[in-house]
């Protein structure tokens, strides 16, 4: 199976790259560089494990090489944690010979943790609880004398211990962001030339989000705001990528500045429907007059300086050989290997049900995200022993799968509080392959059109393949379910046991 998305950040004209560089559910990104590597990390919400880790040599080109939080004592979390809760907004820092990871967990018994490691491949360390600092999107930035700083939405500030987590005396406002601008959150301070930066998201994660900054001459401040704010914003325009905030700056090994930011791509006519989530996108930055300045931001981008170090071409299938999953696929909330398994049947993927539906917050479900507008899964698929299928799943309301078991094909879809059989068909017993496709709506029949169709159904005896049901993607999306994840994609098991003896993911997009 890929751990490389196959089109974002590829070359998409010579001297140009495609964004999203990582494109699909991968929100809140935070970066640090080391030398000529660079490393990444993003919100991962109700998923197991938590925090994908991806690296890159050029900026462009991403390889996830892990997940941070993938044990059960690093991220405990309820089954009965809502979607949309869990890890929130880490920020990653190198300082000192260690990457330190800082997150938020929403849900009963969580707060902000960190986290360190000498290599952000893994395995990184339990929690470093930190009791005393409130909020979510939590930052670390350290001074001259070492003294560590932890800044969080709203926007407060404390002094920390890092390894213990102790905290000195109560959070101190250092600056509510632009006047009339709600939610200022994802803080990062920086110390760049002589002055210390605060970098912010305001506006709130919808289309009004945008990135602010102010500076100071010490890490406590007093800020003063850039006169220039927001220094990036695509609200009340037409521009291809919304929703653009939650950023963070990283200098190449030339001198040169880029941000990194999440952004969505609306679909459909109005108001436009973003069903991938909240993706990570890449845009220079210069500096003018002692502020940043972020140059534009386009699906197709002028290529950095630099040659562009593309990573190998993986297949884009999983045959599911390996003793453990490639840390591309997450499952809900936890992932018990009484429940998911490659080891009960030798090159199979097997899942034990432990509710009756994908309605359900502990559905056994494993699944990667989707990460192109047009995209084609398929999956082999033995329910002799229970109960399964394939599905795209956006939250437990939101989701449509085609699910196999006792001698019939049916496609389900639950839409907020209704949940129907849209279609069945019997088929002869035995494997079978199941499949989804995904695609973009081209042309508008009105207004309301959604962004895309999906396209449900299984392979017959002879090969050909028979769609059993074509539903509306705008259902799957944000501004229908609401939260901050995006569409999953993967194998379930609603019954008995189910085996999958692979799991094929091809993006199509241009």
């Known amino acids: 199976m890929s751990d490389i998305h196959p089109t974002g950040g590829a070359v998409a004209n010579p001297g140009t790259f495609a964004n999203p560089v990582i494109p699909g559910f991968h929100s809140d990104p935070s970066i640090c560089r080391v030398g000529d590597d660079y490393y990444l990390v993003c919100s991962s919400f109700e998923y197991f494990p938590g925090v994908p880790v991806f690296h890159s040599r050029d900026l462009v080109h ?16 309820p089954t009965d944690t809502p979607s949309s809760a869990g890890i929130y907004a880490p920020t990653l820092r190198h300082h000192d010979g260690r990457f330190w990871l800082i997150v938020t967990l929403v849900c009963e018994g969580g707060g902000n943790l960190l986290f360190t490691t000498t290599d952000p491949a893994g395995p990184w360390s339990d929690p470093v609880r930190l009791p005393g600092v409130p909020g979510i999107d939590p930052d670390l930035a350290w001074d001259e004398d070492g003294t560590c700083w932890c800044t969080v939405a709203g926007v407060a500030q404390v002094r920390i211990d890092p390894h213990t987590g102790e905290s000195f005396g109560p959070p101190h406002r250092l600056w509510s962001g632009t006047p009339g601008a709600k939610a200022p959150e994802a803080p990062h301070l920086y110390r760049i030339g002589d002055h210390w930066y605060l970098l912010i998201a305001e506006g709130g994660t919808e289309r009004g989000h ?14 003063e705001p850039c006169p220039a704010n927001p220094i990036l914003t695509h609200r009340g325009s037409e521009h291809p990528i919304q929703n653009t905030g ?11 500045w880029w941000m990194v930011l999440l952004g969505v791509r609306p679909g459909g006519g109005t108001p436009g429907w973003h069903v991938l989530g909240r993706e990570t996108f890449l845009a220079p930055v210069t500096w003018v007059d002692g502020w940043p300045v972020v140059g534009d931001l386009e699906p197709d981008m002028p290529a950095p300086a630099w040659p562009l170090r593309p990573g190998p071409v993986e297949p884009h299938r999983d045959d599911f050989d390996l003793s453990a999953l490639q840390p591309c696929w997450v499952s809900l909330r936890d992932r018990s290997a009484r429940h998911c398994t490659t080891k009960e049947r030798a090159g199979w993927l097997t899942l034990h049900a432990r509710g009756s539906s994908l309605d359900e917050p502990d559905v056994v479900f494993v699944g990667r995200r989707q990460q192109h507008l047009s995209c084609r899964a ?10 399964g299928g394939l599905a795209v799943r956006l939250d437990e309301d939101h989701h449509y799968e085609i699910e196999a078991g006792s001698g019939e094909v049916r496609v389900l879809a639950r839409i907020g509080p209704l949940r129907t059989v849209v279609a069945s068909r019997t088929v ?12 973009p709506t081209q042309t508008l029949r009105d207004a309301r059109s959604g962004p895309d169709t999906l396209s449900l159904g299984f392979e017959e005896p002879d090969g050909t393949f028979t769609v059993l049901g074509t539903l509306d993607g705008r259902y799957l999306s944000t501004e229908v379910a609401g939260g901050f994840t995006g569409r999953v994609i993967g194998m379930y098991a609603s019954g008995g046991a189910v085996h999958f003896d692979w799991f094929d993911y091809e993006g199509l997009d241009d």
Request: proline letters at 13%; a negative charge.
């Open 428 to 439: 002869p017993a035995g494997p079978l392959v199941l499949g989804i496709e995904v695609t």
């Open 378 to 387: 398929r999956t082999l698929i033995d329910p002799a022993e229970g109960r």
């Open 62 to 77: 991403w390889t996830q090489i892990g997940n941070a939080l993938d044990r059960p004592s690093q991220l405990p979390l």
């Open 210 to 223: 945008g990135v602010s900054v102010a500076r100071g001459s010490t890490p406590t401040g007093p800020f």
């Open 246 to 256: 939650h950023a963070d700056l990283v200098q190449a090994p030339d001198g040169s």
